[in-house]
């Protein structure tokens, strides 16, 4: 007989960010204002577009690289610089994955599992990767601050998955042991280069 | 920039001669190829744009019409017929018309556009810059996904690059016309690959399709009339100018023509792209060109089209790869992403993967969809678990068609397909699931034990 697929006999289906529990905040960030270098670079991105509104997203990622996540102050500030509501921007803070709504590592490991990628092995490069780091997908990051692992979908790479990203920088490669070794060296001493630089 | 070219695989033996001819993939695998002197030394680049602006913009559209060319983004729709629709300025009203193209390639299994950004990107912005010219476009928009960022900065480049050439910006190449092109850079959400959350999501709103009508050639961007083509249908535009839509519409099988970009993904021995003539059958691509198996056991499925289309089984793999034949035999041509199962492959494990993608994906506007496809992810994780009973296949059977056309977009549609096409063809993998409470075939672990993301 063969054994059961997954440990878990009755893991029930979770959405990609458990929604809020009635009462329960987002995360909030250290930082409560935008750099004044952001609040500039926001504002010139406001002319950039038939309509300030279109401005939001671009800004969202300025936003998120000010403070570390787009914590709730993030979208307040970004509405704040914009003059758009404050419900429209969290409401599409919270429609998009790329942007963090929760504290991440330095080096935020994405992992797709998607099927192109399943079928060559990405439910194994996940384990390994949430064992060698200590931080499991999904569930913030490792203790030191270095690590988040997170599962994503498609990360149009499929002829040569399962595809890793690192950040914001796909690793457009098959990641074998020893490469994905290389990878977290690079990264712990602090020398880490987007895949191809 | 990368300097480092990405590891796909772009060609094959026979590739670029009479029989598959390459005009999409031209210096592929090549990172200097994006550059505007390349484009124009060696693959006749700009060459068609201007030739296009000696032409009438409705003997643009007339050219494109007689290529046949038809939507490279999954509806294969005809691009010389959704040209036609944009309103023309009268002397009541003059409009301010939108070109938009759309990069937001997410579909699994998908991988081609990127190629074309990567290495041709001149050849988007002239097939850009001429369908602008064929609708009177005043600005374009190129959307890409959030996870592009480096092919956004390359994109940038070889925008100034056309720009300093006088290609785009104030009277283009003398004629007096305005055209700009600007990038728009998604975060991560699939359904935008939907024409219609596009727009909402370009606006900088949360991208839920709209509901239609108003289409977006009345009602678009911004409230303008809109068109939104996909990269690989764009980037056909120069060549069909440059060698005449009647000429085109040689290549491929009638009413199917041209070429596409085929994106061969999983158990096979040489995943890749593979630009084909429509109407090359799936066995040829299978076999002869990818190689066939990786694993040494038989292919058991194939997707034809992308995470969206229904699967086929064995007795289906001789299915001519154009828009017409995958319909008619209850598949679709979808976005040319094939993914190649082996033997070894739970069927029920695979289908769990897709349908979490689409409830992950559901912007949830829809309740049928959003709802659906959660319920379609219990009870198929519950059969994946060992614990579904034998009612749970008919529970299943009777949840799509209360999830397909039942909602704005096509994402409830998709979402059933794999579900759909398995049950009908793989139903002995769930029914070996539910009895003896485990996998029907074993050797690949697709799901990962820990968490769910």
Redesign the interface.
């Given at each position: 007989?063969?054994?059961?697929?997954?440990?878990?006999?009755?893991?029930?289906?979770?959405?990609?960010e458990s929604p809020l529990a009635p009462g329960q905040r987002l995360p909030e960030s250290r930082l409560r204002q935008l750099s004044p270098q952001a609040t500039a670079e926001i504002q010139t991105l406001a002319a950039?577009?038939?309509?300030k509104?279109?401005?939001?997203?671009?800004a969202?990622?300025i936003a998120q690289k000010d403070f570390g996540f787009v914590s709730l102050s993030a979208m307040l500030e970004v509405a704040k610089v914009l003059g758009v509501p404050e419900g429209?921007v969290f409401?599409?803070a919270t429609?998009?994955?790329?942007?963090q709504k929760r504290p991440v590592g330095k080096y935020h490991l994405q992992v797709c599992?998607?099927?192109?990628c399943?079928?060559?092995?990405?439910?194994?490069l996940?384990?390994k990767i949430?064992e060698k780091v200590g931080a499991?997908?999904?569930?913030g990051p490792s203790e030191d601050g270095l690590w988040s692992v997170?599962?994503?979908?498609?990360?149009?790479?499929?002829?040569?998955?399962p595809c890793l990203?690192v950040n914001?920088?796909?690793y457009?490669?098959?990641v074998d042991e020893a490469k994905l070794e290389e990878l977290l060296a690079a990264c712990r001493r602090g020398d880490y280069r987007?895949?191809?630089? | 920039m990368r300097s480092k070219a990405d590891p796909q695989l772009y060609t094959f033996a026979g590739f670029g001669g009479e029989r598959f001819p390459n005009l999409m993939l031209r210096g592929a695998g090549n990172l200097d190829n994006w550059k505007r002197a390349v484009y124009e030394q060696k693959h006749e680049g700009y060459l068609a744009l201007k030739k296009a602006l000696k032409m009438e913009p409705v003997a643009v559209t007339n050219e494109v019409k007689a290529s046949q060319l038809r939507g490279r983004g999954g509806a294969g729709f005809l691009t010389g017929l959704k040209w036609s629709f944009m309103p023309k300025d009268t002397d009541q009203k003059s409009h301010v018309r939108y070109l938009v193209c759309n990069g937001d390639e997410g579909e699994p299994g998908t991988f081609k556009d990127r190629a074309i950004l990567e290495y041709n990107p001149h050849q988007l912005i002239e097939g850009m810059i001429i369908g602008a010219w064929a609708m009177q476009c005043k600005v374009g928009f190129i959307y890409l996904r959030g996870e592009f960022l480096w092919l956004l900065e390359k994109l940038e480049a070889a925008l100034q690059e056309a720009r300093d050439a006088g290609y785009l910006g104030q009277n283009i190449l003398g004629t007096g016309w305005d055209f700009d092109i600007q990038t728009y850079r998604g975060a991560g959400a699939y359904i935008c690959g939907e024409e219609t959350a596009l727009l909402n999501s370009l606006e900088g709103r949360r991208g839920e399709p709209r509901s239609k009508p108003p289409f977006p050639a009345q009602v678009g961007a911004f409230g303008q009339p809109t068109t939104v083509n996909n990269v690989e249908t764009l980037a056909a535009v120069p060549v069909i100018l440059q060698m005449g839509g009647a000429e085109y519409a040689k290549i491929g099988s009638p009413g199917n023509t041209g070429t596409r970009i085929f994106c061969i993904s999983g158990h096979v021995k040489r995943p890749g792209l593979y630009e084909l003539p429509l109407g090359t059958p799936l066995d040829f691509l299978l076999n002869d060109l990818a190689g066939g198996s990786s694993t040494g056991k038989a292919i058991k499925a194939v997707i034809p089209g992308g995470a969206s289309a229904p699967m086929f089984d064995a007795k289906d793999f001789d299915c001519p790869l154009d828009f017409d034949t995958p319909k008619a035999r209850g598949s679709m041509a979808g976005s040319g992403g094939v993914i190649v199962m082996d033997e070894d492959v739970c069927i029920v494990a695979a289908v769990l993967r897709l349908t979490r993608f689409f409830a992950h994906e559901s912007c949830g506007q829809c309740t049928p969809c959003r709802e659906g496809c959660n319920w379609m992810l219990q009870v198929l994780q519950r059969i994946e678990h060992g614990q579904g009973r034998m009612e749970d296949l008919d529970l299943l059977a009777s949840l799509t068609p209360r999830i397909a056309l039942r909602t704005l977009c096509a994402l409830g549609d998709a979402a059933c397909g794999p579900v759909d096409s398995s049950l009908q063809k793989f139903r002995h993998e769930f029914e070996h699931h539910i009895v003896h409470k485990t996998c029907y075939a074993q050797g690949h672990q697709l799901l990962a034990a820990t968490a769910i993301h």
């Open positions: 007989m063969n054994p059961l697929p997954t440990p878990a006999p009755m893991a029930k289906a979770q959405p990609a950039k577009y038939p309509d509104l279109a401005a939001t997203l671009p969202l990622y429209h409401g599409v429609f998009y994955t790329l942007f599992t998607n099927l192109s399943a079928l060559n092995g990405a439910a194994k996940l384990e949430a499991q997908p999904g569930a997170e599962e994503v979908e498609c990360l149009a790479s499929c002829g040569s998955g990203q914001d920088d796909v457009d490669e098959y987007p895949w191809g630089e | -």
